[in-house]
């Protein structure tokens, strides 16, 4: 027999996944921590996971058995990340079971080899980055009584997840093990530094917008002349008769957008006077306070209710408000 004729059968005998058992598998990753565990973390829902292929490629039940027992090992990474690893361990499952020199220690040496860097770089991009920019704007449609809100949340940060899942797998079974070359030059470093870059960016706008920090302590009470403020004993006095008119209306409106201060006494605050230096300073400076108490392994329980403490404790004192 000739060796094209070998190799024609042998391509013929070979077994390979099907766009199906890839649905299925792409399907199946969305389960990954349903059953996570402390001792070996997603390793079920891994498992879970790689089912299709292992039903596809291995028809004994002894080889069907080995494989799951090898994909039951540890594994822990970025949920949303580990479909690239789930498509480079398919197509080495699939040149293994075609008879492939691949043993066992190889498939988990490559699984264990690429979740430690996806991992870096799913936190700052997806929890970091697209997570809070696209929550934040949820949330102000959501503020302005608008329904639309959480459902383009919901539908949004899906279509985003479910279509990265699918992709990212597809990429991983059609390169290979040649990806693990791809993530190498130091490419995962610097995609994980500028999305640590760019998630700090956005939590460090995000946090004037969403802490709120008021200190009323007077600084000082100043008697302006009269004419350069709004009086409100006269409105009031002409609110009470009925003599309040449209043109009193659209001056007093006229003095307030010009600065004009409401009351005789202009009154200054702390407050003001920060608004004035910097606006959303106090947040700020907050925020950098709790990074360096994470950066010192405090607990975040404690650090949460540390604020507690000090926030009914500066209020009490008529410190914030």
Known sequence: MSNSVQEKQVQMNEVHLTKGDRYATWWRSTFLQAAWNYERMQNV?????????IKRLYKTKEDRAAALKRHLEFFNTHPYVASPI????????????????IDDEAINSVKVGMMGPLAGVGDPIWWGTVRPVLGAFAAGLAQSGQILGPIIFFVV???????????TQELGYREGTNITQNLGGGMMQKLTTGASILGMFIMGVLVPRWTTMNFPMVL?????????????DALAKQINTGHLSPQTITDIAGKIKGGQNLGAVK????????????????????????????????SPIVIIFGLFAVGILAYALGIMA
């Open 86 to 101: 789930l498509g480079v361990e398919m197509a080495m499952e699939e040149q293994k079971a075609n008879g492939a020199d």
């Open 157 to 167: 940060w899906n279509i985003m997840r479910m279509a990265f899942l699918w992709y």
């Open 45 to 53: 829902g891994w498992a879970y996971a790689m089912v299709p292929t």
């Open 220 to 232: 000082s009470k100043v008697n302006l002349q009269k004419g350069s403020y709004v009086d409100t």
């Open 267 to 298: 009154i200054t605050t702390v407050q003001d006077t920060l608004n004035q230096l910097i606006p959303g300073l106090a947040p700020l400076l907050l925020m950098f306070v709790v990074l360096w108490l994470l950066r010192k392994h405090v």
